[in-house]
């Protein structure tokens, strides 16, 4: 056979190219330099280099019979090269030639396939049978190079898992259209990948480990990657209308582990012996009392008041965690691990199994608890006199709401005496420079039958102003109490904000809220630092040991002084913020994110609403404003002819809202 490479190319001559990865058979009509003019048996005409030729021979075909009977004749010739592909044993000639690990001419590839007598048409087929199957040997147009063992083993693996990965794309695309057409899909065992692959893609977006796979499917199905994946998993059951993508995100689980259960259950059938000695104090004839909100289940703080003749006795009792939950043990593991209780309109995560958050480790009405009380004494006038940090026995005697101590603010002498106190404490931390800012809170309930309702909850009301700042007191004092005792801790601190907008309490709603955005992040140290923000020369957070992790591993430290266990060291210390950083993150998120959720749902159903907004300030395309009733965030477009500040007060209608989407869209009237 003469050979073909060298072969100059000629108007009818017979050459086959790549394209779509598929091989062309073609004539050449027209060459100019080294560009060629074909006709293809698809009776298409292109233009391309001679250097994309796959394969050229000598064979021609007479142009002048005419384009369609030139087409016919391309088919005839490319069939019959298809057919004699299968008389190729690819695998066979790679178990003679493999050992040899030598490159092989095509002309030699042709005579060990075809020994008698071969033709153009052979050669063609053994250069389209090693480019259909590259398992065996490296193809390179005219030469052929046998794998190795090992690399036929990986190659045959990758095109197993190329074949399993398309028949889960089209298995699954037309699935997922099926799904979407049917009023009472079922699911399939075999279609559990699939789903799994949704949900993943659906979650972590790009960071998903199938994205690629996901998106194929998505594609082939035709759905919108965002409501069309979730509407699919809302019909299979797999996901709730309301779904709380952001546990799976965060890898947030709702329930503990079976250990962590099992350790909990022994931990609160042990009998628990608890007598006043001389470690630690009985309290339990002071009248303490509890003030929380409506739904809490656990309880972490009491408050007591004394008049004692010339000066009264404060005391907040917090319960002593650490007198159940033993340093390193499971349940301090899994509690580290989460970090923090996450508090959600729909749902609770505690940090603690419930059996100790809400019975246990919680200052239940009428039983005895063991407990850190910090005893503060102060003069008619409020001032602090002094204070002492001690183990105590307690019992609480009023478990109240602060709807309860609102009720009773006016003619309670406790609850005055306590108001002043709190009242007292604040301008004295106005004076060292605390900045205050004073916003309210936006409560989002959800009702049994999964209504939404809204409130502005007034957090400057005597309720819970009281329990603010006299909680502030307690950890200022904690703090100050360790800072004396030289011992390391998770101490808070912060900078001065960048910029001041209002003195004291008289800012309007606007610059409190601007004020958020020149505030300096705080700081987490096992030193103490002044913390600016709340006037104080030192500050930690452990009055809520049920709750947050930060809270307890601070209490041990003070358990530590008191002589109840042994100290952390302050790398023990700087570990556990550490290892803290990112659990409080993810809770943060989850919280912020769900009750911005439901706020959406709830506005979900006033589009066409009118509401009041403040500008904030302009931004490139848009105003961004804050709607004062729900004090939530959005962009105004521009409006025509129209100039706003910072600080206007306009009126605009809600036009779209899509909680799932994260959609909010107003415009001005």
């Given at each position: 056979?003469?050979?073909?490479?060298d072969?100059s190319m000629e108007?009818g001559?017979?050459v086959e190219?790549i394209?779509r990865?598929?091989i062309i058979?073609?004539?050449?009509?027209?060459v100019?330099?080294?560009?060629?003019?074909?006709?293809?048996?698809?009776?298409?005409?292109?233009?391309?280099s001679a250097s994309?030729l796959l394969?050229k021979?000598a064979?021609?075909?007479?142009?002048?019979?005419?384009?369609?009977?030139?087409v016919?004749?391309l088919?005839?010739?490319a069939n019959r090269?298809k057919?004699?592909?299968?008389h190729i044993?690819?695998?066979?000639l790679?178990?003679?030639l493999?050992?040899?690990?030598?490159?092989?001419?095509?002309?030699?590839?042709?005579e060990f396939c075809f020994?008698?007598?071969p033709?153009?048409?052979?050669?063609?087929a053994?250069?389209?049978a090693f480019f259909n199957?590259?398992?065996y040997?490296?193809?390179?147009?005219?030469?052929f190079?046998p794998?190795?063992?090992?690399?036929?083993?990986?190659?045959a693996?990758q095109?197993?898992e190329a074949?399993r990965?398309?028949?889960?794309?089209e298995?699954g695309?037309?699935?997922?259209?099926s799904?979407?057409n049917?009023?009472?899909?079922?699911l399939p065992e075999?279609?559990l990948e699939i789903?799994?692959i949704?949900?993943?893609?659906y979650i972590?977006?790009?960071?998903?480990?199938?994205?690629?796979?996901?998106?194929a499917?998505?594609a082939?199905?035709g759905i919108d990657p965002?409501?069309?994946i979730f509407?699919v998993?809302?019909k299979?059951g797999?996901?709730?209308k309301?779904?709380?993508?952001d546990?799976y995100r965060?890898d947030?689980s709702?329930?503990?582990?079976d250990n962590?259960?099992?350790?909990t259950?022994?931990?609160v059938s042990?009998p628990?012996?608890?007598?006043?000695?001389?470690?630690?104090?009985?309290?339990?004839?002071?009248?303490l009392m509890t003030?929380?909100?409506?739904?809490t289940?656990?309880f972490?703080d009491?408050i007591?008041?004394?008049a004692l003749?010339?000066h009264y006795?404060l005391?907040v009792?917090?319960?002593?965690?650490g007198?159940?939950?033993?340093?390193g043990d499971?349940i301090d593991q899994e509690?580290i691990?989460?970090?923090s209780?996450i508090?959600?309109?729909?749902?609770?995560?505690?940090?603690l199994p419930?059996f100790?958050?809400?019975?246990l480790?919680?200052l239940?009405a009428?039983?005895?608890?063991p407990?850190?009380?910090?005893?503060v004494n102060?003069?008619?006038?409020?001032?602090?006199?002094?204070?002492e940090v001690i183990?105590?026995?307690?019992?609480?005697a009023?478990q109240?709401?602060?709807?309860?101590?609102?009720?009773?603010a006016?003619?309670?002498?406790?609850?005055?005496v306590?108001?002043?106190i709190?009242e007292?404490?604040?301008q004295d931390r106005?004076a060292?420079?605390a900045?205050?800012?004073?916003?309210?809170?936006?409560?989002v309930?959800?009702?049994?039958?999964?209504?939404v309702?809204?409130s502005?909850?007034?957090r400057?009301?005597p309720?819970?102003?009281l329990?603010?700042e006299i909680?502030?007191?307690?950890?200022?004092?904690?703090?100050?109490?360790?800072?004396e005792h030289?011992t390391?801790a998770?101490?808070?601190s912060?900078t001065a904000?960048?910029?001041r907008?209002?003195?004291?309490n008289e800012?309007?709603?606007?610059?409190?809220?601007m004020?958020r955005?020149f505030l300096?992040r705080?700081?987490?140290?096992?030193n103490?630092?002044h913390h600016?923000?709340?006037?104080?020369?030192?500050?930690v957070?452990a009055?809520?040991?049920i709750r947050?992790?930060?809270?307890?591993?601070?209490?041990?430290?003070i358990?530590?002084v008191?002589g109840?266990e042994?100290?952390?060291t302050?790398e023990?210390?700087d570990n556990?913020?550490?290892?803290?950083?990112q659990p409080m993150?993810?809770a943060?998120?989850?919280?912020?994110?769900?009750?911005r959720?439901?706020l959406l749902?709830?506005?979900?159903k006033?589009?066409g609403?009118k509401?009041?907004?403040i500008v904030?300030?302009k931004?490139?395309?848009?105003?961004q404003?804050l709607?004062?009733e729900?004090?939530?965030?959005?962009?105004l477009?521009?409006?025509?002819g129209?100039?706003l500040?910072p600080?206007?007060?306009?009126?605009?209608?809600?036009q779209?809202v899509?909680?799932r989407r994260?959609v909010l869209?107003?415009?001005?009237i």
């Open positions: 056979m003469v050979g073909c490479y072969l108007s001559n017979v190219f394209d990865q598929k058979c073609a004539i050449v009509l027209e100019k330099k080294q560009r060629l003019r074909l006709l293809t048996e698809n009776d298409r005409e292109v233009n391309l994309r394969h021979c064979m021609r075909l007479d142009l002048s019979m005419g384009r369609h009977k030139v016919d004749a088919k005839e010739i090269r057919e004699l592909t299968n044993d690819i695998k066979g790679w178990e003679v493999n050992t040899e690990q030598e490159w092989i001419d095509l002309g030699t590839m042709t020994p008698d007598s033709t153009y048409d052979n050669e063609s053994v250069v389209r199957n590259r398992l040997f490296r193809f390179n147009h005219d030469r190079f794998n190795s063992e090992e690399q036929v083993e990986r190659k693996a095109e197993k074949a990965r398309n028949q889960i794309i298995e695309g037309d699935w997922l259209k799904v979407l049917d009023s009472n899909p079922s075999d279609k789903v799994k949704l949900k993943s893609f972590f977006e790009k960071e998903c480990k199938q994205y690629d796979l996901g998106k499917i998505i082939r199905a965002e409501e069309g509407k998993l809302l299979l797999i996901f709730d309301n779904e709380n993508i546990l965060y947030i709702t329930s503990f582990p962590v259960m099992e350790s259950t022994d931990l042990s628990q012996t608890l007598v006043a000695d001389n470690k630690r104090k009985d309290l339990t004839m002071l009248s003030i929380d909100g409506q739904a289940l656990d972490d009491a007591s008041i004394e003749g010339d006795r005391g009792h917090i319960i002593d965690v007198h159940f939950i033993k340093k499971i509690a691990a989460r970090g209780s508090y959600m309109p729909d749902q609770k995560i505690p940090m419930s100790l958050a809400e019975d480790c919680s239940k009428g039983e005895l608890c407990a850190i009380s910090i005893m102060l003069s008619q006038s409020c001032e602090i006199i002094d204070y183990p105590s026995l307690i019992k609480v009023h109240l709401t602060y709807y309860d101590v609102n009720i009773i006016d003619d309670d002498k406790g609850i005055i306590l108001c002043d709190a007292k404490f604040r106005m060292s420079g900045l205050q800012i004073t916003l309210p809170d936006i409560n309930w959800i009702d049994g039958d999964g209504e309702t809204v502005r909850i007034n400057e009301s309720a819970r102003m329990v603010s909680m502030i007191m307690a950890n200022w004092l904690m703090a100050k109490f360790l800072v030289n390391p998770i101490f808070r912060q904000p960048r910029e907008l209002y003195k004291g800012g309007t709603l606007f610059k409190n809220w004020q955005r300096s705080f700081v987490l140290s096992h103490p630092e600016s923000g709340l006037g104080l020369n030192a500050y957070t009055t809520s040991p947050k992790y930060f809270d307890l591993a601070t209490q041990r430290q358990r530590a008191l109840l042994e100290p952390s302050p023990e210390i556990i913020i550490q290892l803290l950083e993150g993810c943060t998120k989850i919280q912020y994110n769900r009750n959720y439901w749902k709830y506005l979900e006033r589009i609403q509401e009041e907004a904030l300030n931004k490139r395309t848009s105003y404003i709607l004062t729900y004090l939530i965030e959005c962009d477009p521009l409006p025509s129209i100039d500040k600080e206007d007060l306009i009126q605009v209608k809600i779209h899509n909680a994260d869209s107003v415009f001005m």
